[in-house]
């Protein structure tokens, strides 16, 4: 167990669970995303759904939406920020068959109508699990820098995808794979001990049969304001 396992993260609160929490799944979708969000409906499920809006858990994912971390002071504004962002977002709630109780579904689109839909869950303590990215699923915290990779399911692409890896010298922590149907649309991810860089990024976005890739740097989700 770490330290940060017992003192739980520096976030402005109340609630790790479903303040630091939500915080971060609105972060990581907003890295999921590649660009600001424009529009954006936040569906609370269970208990974020029954508790949330006493514990600035709305607001807190409209922070994160916003690039906010855990410990900004402002995140009790997001609202008024959002507004004067231009970010138009709806919150709402939905039953989620076998979800966590802390799980929202956050739905977006960029300023460039990029779509996106993430399924994320506040798991305790700050932490979370991507649990869904465009109704696949998946199962990810952003503990660690995290490559993701969406292609056709096609052989080839994941040699492919740990060889650009091996030739810029990152160590992969894990690797799951995820598809719909055989021959269908399948979701890479790779938890890695080393930063991605935009030259990764970019070569295996001109791959054949890839369709989108992002890269999550560990310091994207963990280094406060004064460090950013």
Same mark, same amino acid.
């Given at each position: 167990?770490?330290?940060?396992?017992?003192?739980?993260?520096?976030?402005?609160?109340?609630?790790?669970?479903?303040? %630091?929490?939500?915080?971060?799944?609105?972060?990581?979708? &907003?890295?999921?995303?590649?660009?600001?969000?424009?529009?954006?409906?936040? @569906?609370?499920?269970?208990?974020? %759904?029954?508790?949330? &809006?006493? #514990?600035?858990?709305?607001?807190?994912?409209?922070?994160?939406?916003?690039?906010?971390?855990?410990?900004?002071?402002?995140?009790? =504004?997001?609202?008024?920020?959002?507004?004067? %962002?231009?970010?138009?977002?709806?919150?709402?709630?939905?039953?989620?068959?076998?979800?966590?109780?802390?799980?929202?579904?956050?739905? @977006?689109?960029? !300023?460039?109508? &990029?779509?996106?839909?993430?399924?994320?869950?506040?798991?305790?303590?700050?932490?979370?699990?991507?649990?869904?990215? =465009?109704?696949?699923?998946?199962?990810?915290?952003? =503990?660690?820098?995290?490559?993701? !990779? #969406?292609?056709?399911?096609?052989?080839?692409? !994941? *040699?492919?995808?740990?060889?650009?890896?091996? /030739?810029?010298?990152?160590?992969? *922590?894990?690797? /799951?794979?995820? &598809?719909?149907?055989?021959?269908?649309?399948?979701?890479?991810?790779?938890?890695?001990?080393?930063?991605?860089? =935009?030259? @990764?990024?970019?070569?295996?976005?001109?791959? $054949?049969?890839?369709?989108?890739?992002?890269?999550?740097?560990?310091?994207? $989700?963990?280094?406060?304001?004064?460090?950013?």
């Amino acid at each position: 167990m770490r330290l940060f396992d017992v003192l739980g993260p520096v976030m402005t609160g109340p609630s790790s669970s479903h303040t %630091a929490g939500a915080v971060r799944i609105g972060l990581t979708a &907003r890295n999921l995303l590649g660009e600001t969000p424009k529009t954006a409906e936040i @569906l609370l499920h269970g208990s974020f %759904a029954a508790t949330g &809006r006493g #514990h600035g858990t709305d607001r807190a994912l409209v922070a994160g939406l916003l690039g906010m971390l855990p410990d900004d002071e402002r995140i009790p =504004d997001s609202f008024s920020l959002a507004q004067q %962002a231009g970010l138009d977002y709806t919150i709402g709630t939905v039953v989620l068959r076998g979800a966590h109780p802390n799980t929202a579904l956050l739905r @977006l689109e960029g !300023v460039s109508g &990029r779509k996106l839909e993430v399924m994320g869950a506040s798991i305790g303590g700050g932490r979370i699990n991507i649990c869904q990215i =465009d109704g696949i699923t998946t199962n990810f915290g952003g =503990d660690h820098n995290t490559l993701i !990779v #969406h292609n056709q399911d096609t052989p080839g692409h !994941v *040699a492919e995808v740990t060889t650009a890896l091996a /030739q810029r010298g990152i160590n992969i *922590a894990t690797m /799951q794979l995820y &598809r719909s149907t055989a021959g269908g649309y399948a979701v890479m991810v790779l938890e890695c001990d080393q930063p991605l860089p =935009d030259t @990764l990024i970019a070569e295996l976005r001109g791959m $054949q049969g890839i369709v989108k890739v992002t890269g999550l740097n560990l310091a994207q $989700q963990t280094e406060t304001r004064e460090g950013a």
